[in-house]
């Protein structure tokens, strides 16, 4: 018999601003993991001993069981460090711009106050976070990604002259760098509830992180996003693929107000562009609708892959999880 992997419902962060208080006592008894739990009254259940027997009966009747499996998501920690690593080590992001996995795991594991480690029986099923790219910007793992999104391997000459803005040393916008990568058999039905737990975070951070210079750096203008997606047969032939140079202003370099003219071409592009493209992950085809701009990132991936660069404004995130949760909880 076959079993598969399921989730119950998720938890809520510790970073709710209601909860601050409460989470502050936990971290100093060492303890801030919060369980995916199925109700309050959790502790009642009773049922493993009746889930077992029904597997049993499963097997014997070559029945399928579907299996409860308890994730929990937990605030990054130094001994995370090495299982980020790996996982970022073999995601598209390092592989396609060879940016640090080491470095930028990290950067990851060490940032509490923003992230969500997805775990199982003690192991780590998948991350996602967000770090400034200002703040770590001499940092050499993120340096190198800061050289890349001003490079021409941006294809979108406007997005690209826009980014050089925003992250420029002074003068800029606080941008920050969405990481994500999770195993192949991570239950989809908890990305949406892990995008929505980011965008707590941030919010929290932005009110309650310390010291001031903490929270200054971990409240986002900007997010980006690179994204793993694959082209149909006429991008080829439909030279440059990029995105338009996103809506309004875009402020620390990201240029004036537009026409409504730009606008519509702007946004004509950048619906071109995600017509082609085939998303390796659902979430971030549906950030990508939501997109300020995309572009196509010159440099290919195994299997004829390439990135798609995003950049999206923090709320972005809350906005698209509605979405996700009608795709991948039903």
Excluded at 231 to 241: F, H, I, R, T, V
Aim: aromatic residues 2%; hydrophobic residues 45%; charged residues 20%.
């Amino acid at each position: 018999a076959s079993a598969a992997a399921s989730a119950t419902t998720m938890p809520r962060r510790k970073r709710d601003t209601a909860e601050a208080e409460a989470a502050a006592e936990a971290a100093a008894a060492g303890s801030n993991d919060e369980e995916v739990s199925g109700g309050e009254d959790e502790a009642e259940d009773s049922g493993d001993s009746s889930d077992e027997a029904d597997l049993e009966m499963a097997q014997a009747d070559g029945a399928e069981k579907e299996l409860q499996v308890e994730f929990i998501f937990t605030d990054p920690a130094e001994e995370d460090t090495p299982y980020v690593r790996s996982l970022l080590a073999g995601g598209s992001l390092c592989t396609a711009t060879g940016a640090d996995a080491a470095g930028l795991a990290a950067t990851v594991a060490n940032q509490v106050e923003v992230g969500t480690m997805i775990k199982a029986d003690g192991a780590l099923f998948g991350f996602l976070s967000a770090v400034s790219l200002q703040r770590h910007r001499a940092d050499p793992s993120v340096g190198r990604l800061i050289s890349l999104l001003g490079s021409d391997r941006v294809e979108d000459g406007p997005l690209r002259q826009r980014l050089a803005g925003l992250l420029a040393p002074s003068g800029g916008a606080n941008v920050g760098l969405l990481l994500s990568e999770r195993m192949v058999n991570t239950p989809v039905q908890l990305v949406p509830h892990a995008v929505e737990s980011l965008h707590l975070d941030l919010g929290w951070a932005a009110a309650n992180a310390e010291p001031a210079a903490e929270r200054a750096s971990l409240t986002f203008e900007w997010l980006v996003l690179l994204a793993h997606v694959t082209l149909d047969a006429q991008a080829g032939a439909e030279s440059g693929g990029a995105g338009g140079s996103g809506g309004g202003s875009g402020g620390g370099g990201g240029g004036g107000k537009r026409s409504k003219k730009q606008k519509r071409a702007a946004g004509s592009s950048l619906s071109s562009l995600l017509g082609r493209a085939s998303f390796a992950r659902v979430e971030e085809e549906l950030l990508a609708e939501g997109a300020e701009a995309v572009s196509l990132v010159r440099g290919g991936l195994p299997g004829g892959g390439q990135l798609l660069l995003m950049l999206l404004r923090p709320e972005a995130l809350a906005a698209a999880v509605p979405a996700m949760r009608a795709v991948m909880c039903d």
